[in-house]
């Protein structure tokens, strides 16, 4: 089996947390970031408006030799950071309904990066006439460990996007990690973009009224923004899905808890 690691988003460690599972599963990797390391636009304590945190949010750190340091890194695109709308619009009731924490800025970010990674990969695949059987995403400061395994390879084979559990439930699916084999990945990416370009168009107001009880069985109507985008995603255009019972993939906003994610790591159950 071929496999390839798209990593895209945002790097906030100094450190690359998944190192080790990289080399010993020999994967192909390709990333899409900013050339800076940054930090969650929420630690930024002003009043800036929240463009502002997302373009400001950097350390003045270099990213350059952290990626240097990914095993089989086949191919890269590295960009200084751009404000969001020079690449998607976005309806201003959509910021105006932000929550603290959360925004479509940076859920148009991840898309944006998932999209750079997924357009290298296809370009190694046509230079060097081969074609990968699965594909995974992940986020930059996600931990994991080593989860190919007969268990997983078969939940993969019933045509199932595959989520990992940490932040996923049956009303959430995670942008953290999730993967499949590589056509099913590859249409829900394009799934992705199309649900994307509709309802950021749209008032929220709109949706409200209008979409959110089309989208899942939803009492509440959920803002896309974030997890609840790509379980929208997945409801919508009626993806099979399962949720990893990993446990604790474990993100690594303290690289001094990769020991304690290593000793709780396991993840060779499924729902």
């Known amino acids: 089996m071929k496999v390839a690691l798209l990593i895209a988003g945002e790097i906030r460690t100094n450190k690359i947390p998944f190192y080790n599972f990289i080399k010993k599963n020999n994967i192909d990797c390709f990333i899409s970031t900013w050339s800076n390391i940054g930090k969650r636009h929420t630690d930024i304590k002003n009043n800036s408006s929240i463009k502002f ?35 998607d619009s976005i309806d201003e009731s959509f910021l105006e309904n932000s929550y603290s924490k959360f925004s479509p800025i940076g859920t148009i970010y991840n898309i944006y990066h998932i999209n750079k990674a997924l357009n290298l990969l296809k370009k190694h695949e046509i230079d060097n006439k081969i074609k990968y059987d699965m594909i995974i995403k992940v986020r930059p400061d996600l931990y994991f460990r080593n989860f190919i395994n007969k268990k997983f390879l078969d939940e993969i084979y019933l045509d199932k996007i595959i989520f990992s559990k940490n932040t996923s439930n049956y009303f959430q699916k995670s942008d953290k990690l999730f993967l499949a084999k590589r056509d099913l990945f590859i249409k829900f990416i394009d799934a992705i973009n199309k649900y994307k370009n509709f309802v950021f168009s749209q008032k929220i107001d709109y949706l409200k009224v209008n979409y959110s009880s089309n989208i899942g069985g939803d009492i509440n109507f959920m803002p896309p923004i974030g997890e609840k985008f790509f379980h929208q995603v997945i409801m919508k ?17 303290d690289y001094s808890l990769l020991n304690f994610a290593k000793k709780i790591y396991n993840c060779t159950k499924f729902y």
């Open 53 to 87: 945190k997302f373009m400001n949010n950097k350390t003045g750190l270099n990213a350059i030799n952290l990626i240097n340091s990914i095993p089989n890194l086949k191919s890269r695109n590295i960009e200084d950071i751009i404000a969001y709308d020079n690449i």
């Open 237 to 253: 255009y009626n993806f099979n899905f399962s949720i990893m019972n990993d446990k604790e993939t474990f993100i690594m906003r």
